[in-house]
């Protein structure tokens, strides 16, 4: 999935993503465990290496935040860890389903009262919460939603084998295109990546018409690098 950036200053967490940090966090446990995972030849080598005060403390400073400490006891998830997580992934799947149909596709406009039905509940409450730190939540509540909901779209064009229904890549190329001034207005995506992005997708929204193609071409960067302006 392409990666996104942010207005400055604004901590963005994927939420998407962050649906699944459960899930996640439990396969990285499963695969921890797994023998292959045991023989780990850095672990080997630093297990070789006689340890000082310093290289300790250090070593502690510079672990990723994600990484267990070797030291401390690992906990195995317990059954209603693993329900849950079992159930944010079948979520995940259902509000997925949801885009299929492409008269959801398009930006929510005003404000938000209920769930969108391609918002899982999780994501729900993460893009709630979020959005009560900012000076106008409702605002940035439809913001965030319609962020995710890009890239929602985005990952499902991308995700496309190529060749395949060419009525569907062509739809969704011209959804997400058209919001690309929209997502560099709001700082969301940075204007050279929106036109190298927007190039590829129009590839798609043209795919026979080389002559409508170029004019959209140079539309989409006019109006990409009007976005970009400072407001």
Do not use: C
Request: glycine content about 4%; aromatic content about 6%; charged content about 25%.
């Amino acid at each position: 999935m392409t990666i996104m950036r942010d207005k400055p200053g604004f901590n963005w967490l994927p939420v998407a993503a962050g649906a699944l940090v459960l899930a996640g966090g439990l396969g990285y446990w499963w695969t921890s465990h797994s023998p292959e995972s045991e023989d780990r030849p850095a672990a080997a080598a630093a297990a070789s290496q006689p340890a000082s005060p310093v290289s300790e403390y250090e070593a502690l400073m510079n672990k990723p935040v994600s990484a267990p400490a070797s030291d401390l006891p690992e906990v195995p998830p317990t059954p209603e860890q693993v329900a849950e997580a079992q159930k944010v992934a079948t979520e995940q799947v259902q509000v997925a389903q949801k885009l299929e149909r492409p008269e959801v596709w398009k930006p929510l406009t005003g404000g938000i009262k209920d769930k969108p039905e391609y918002v899982s509940p999780m994501e729900w409450q993460m893009l709630k919460g979020v959005a009560e730190r900012h000076p106008d939540p409702q605002a940035e509540l439809l913001r965030l939603t319609n962020f995710l909901r890009y890239n929602k779209l985005l990952e499902k064009w991308q995700d496309l084998p190529k060749g395949s229904d060419p009525a569907l890549r062509q739809a969704l190329a011209e959804q997400l295109s058209s919001e690309l001034p929209a997502r560099v207005a709001n700082g969301e995506v940075d204007a050279k990546d929106a036109l190298q992005q927007g190039t590829t997708m129009l590839r798609d929204a043209y795919p026979t018409d080389a002559k409508a193609r170029k004019k959209a071409e140079q539309s989409l960067a006019a109006q990409i690098q009007k976005a970009a302006q400072p407001q």
